[in-house]
């Protein structure tokens, strides 16, 4: 149990000076950290720039009710731990405010003693679930994500990566889809002197397009119908740390100009605002289509490609490795089998002959998914080769659905004049997307 002189920081707000006061006192004297707010808003304010642990607020404040700041706290903090004081404990409230999920719920007037016993217990969740959180995440670093390979070009990729991580030179990872490039990205950000700051993974593809600046840099209460409060972008989310943009080149050209600033200048402005923000990031980018063929057909910025183009590493595809199918057969069999079935402990030859003649279009996320199909269908302890799910090699002659596909990507090209940017806004699909099909149907120089 903590001792008063370690006790968590603590913010408080009331919009009554006279009890802000007498709660900051209260709580520094038993050894608090205290940050004040007299508003909701400003509260908002406070803690995006300083996160607190434990947050007591005052649930009548004249700008935003107490309940409604949670969410814009765990968006920032998800372990938060809040209590709400009022001075009318109805309980519709108390019930609004256990849904809200409040650590607790007090009304007026407030016993200071026990208050401060309160705050010590959510202190002490907070720890809890931020320790749970630690050894989840350091579980994963060594299993999910742990980096399978002996074929020569995985130990020249990891080489690599242990050349790299201890600078804070920007990294372009290269790869086709499925081959591992977050877990590149997360290797070389854990070996790095940046490791105990946050990894901030952001999926450009999955970004709409106009939402693409304030996903990336943040904005301002007020900046656009909806923005109620400031919100923090990803770059500040990044903040000593490593910032991983994966799929880059979904990135409309307008925030490519945006984000090449921010790289060289170091800071940001948020959207509706005004005022610059100083951050410190590592970059690491990445892309399953050429980068430099995308600045050929300027779909790409040519500045931006230099930019990040310093570290390029460059991913092999799981057929071009083929003798480490077999390790990672093993490793997601015991990733998978405890859960799904435990009586599996191999894989026989005639199932490995089998997934060693195939190409493996989808690399070792492909991989690992017909693991996980073999391990649910298989009836010994071996995955025989009746297991597997059906492997239609994509050298193969194309089926009907991917001969549909493609037509419909040539009649979308066609009807856009050419440019793949419209093209893929006819599809209704992320430009990434669009150039992984043309790969995979052969059509990439059209």
């Known amino acids: 149990m903590k001792t008063e002189l370690q006790q968590p920081t603590v913010l408080v707000i009331d919009d009554e000076p006279e009890i802000l006061e007498s709660l900051s006192i209260i709580f520094t004297s038993r050894g608090f950290r205290v940050l004040t707010a007299a508003s909701g808003r400003e509260s908002i304010e406070v803690f995006s720039r300083e996160p607190a642990p434990v947050v007591v607020c005052d649930n009548s404040l004249p700008d935003i009710q107490g309940i409604d700041l949670l969410r814009e706290f765990r968006n920032v903090l998800p372990e938060v731990q809040v209590i709400i004081v009022t001075g009318k404990g109805t309980i519709d409230i108390a019930v609004s405010a256990m849904k809200a999920g409040v650590f607790d719920f007090i009304t007026k007037p407030v016993d200071p003693e026990y208050l401060i016993q309160l705050a010590i217990r959510a202190g002490q969740l907070y720890d809890a679930l931020t320790e749970k959180k630690t050894l989840k995440e350091e579980v994963e670093r060594m299993t999910e994500q742990y980096i399978i390979g002996r074929h020569p070009s995985m130990k020249n ?8 991580a201890p600078t804070d030179s920007t990294v372009l990872i ?7 490039k977050e877990l590149v990205a997360r290797l070389i950000h854990k070996k790095s002197h ?3 700051g946050p990894f901030t993974a952001v999926d450009c593809g999955a970004i709409p397009e106009g939402l693409v600046e304030s996903e990336l840099f ?3 209460r007020g900046a656009f119908t909806g923005a109620v409060s400031t919100k923090m972008g990803k770059f500040e989310r990044a903040n000593k740390g490593t910032l991983f943009l994966d799929e880059i080149t979904s990135l409309p050209l307008s925030s490519q100009a945006k984000l090449l600033r921010a790289l060289q200048e170091k800071v940001i402005e948020r ?5 610059q923000i100083p951050v410190d990031i590592r970059l690491i980018a990445a892309t399953n289509i050429d980068l430099h063929e995308a600045v050929v057909n300027k779909h790409f910025r040519e500045d931006l490609y230099y930019r990040l183009n ?3 590493i460059k991913i092999p595809p799981l057929r071009e490795r083929k003798s480490d199918i077999a390790p990672l057969c093993l490793h997601f069999i015991k990733k998978h089998g405890a859960k799904i079935n435990s009586a599996v402990k191999g894989i026989s030859k005639e199932a490995l002959k089998v ?8 690399n070792v996320r492909e991989l690992e998914n017909a693991i996980e199909h073999a391990l649910i269908m298989a009836g010994s302890s071996q995955i025989m080769p009746h297991d597997l799910p059906p492997l239609d090699d994509g050298q193969m002659t194309l089926s009907k659905l991917d001969e549909a596909e493609k037509n419909l990507i040539l009649k979308a090209i066609k009807e856009a004049g050419g440019n793949k940017y419209k093209a893929a806004k006819i599809l209704g699909i992320p430009r990434s997307s ?4 043309l790969k995979k149907f052969g059509l990439s120089k059209i």
């Open 157 to 164: 990729l990891l080489r690599l990566i242990y050349t790299v």
């Open 174 to 180: 290269e790869g086709e889809s499925g081959t591992g």
């Open 194 to 196: 940046r490791s105990r």
């Open 218 to 220: 943040g904005y301002e």
């Open 271 to 275: 959207l509706g605002g005004q005022k």
């Open 310 to 312: 310093i570290i390029k």
């Open 355 to 362: 997934m060693m003649e195939y190409s493996w279009p989808g």
């Open 434 to 437: 669009l150039y992984s099909k």
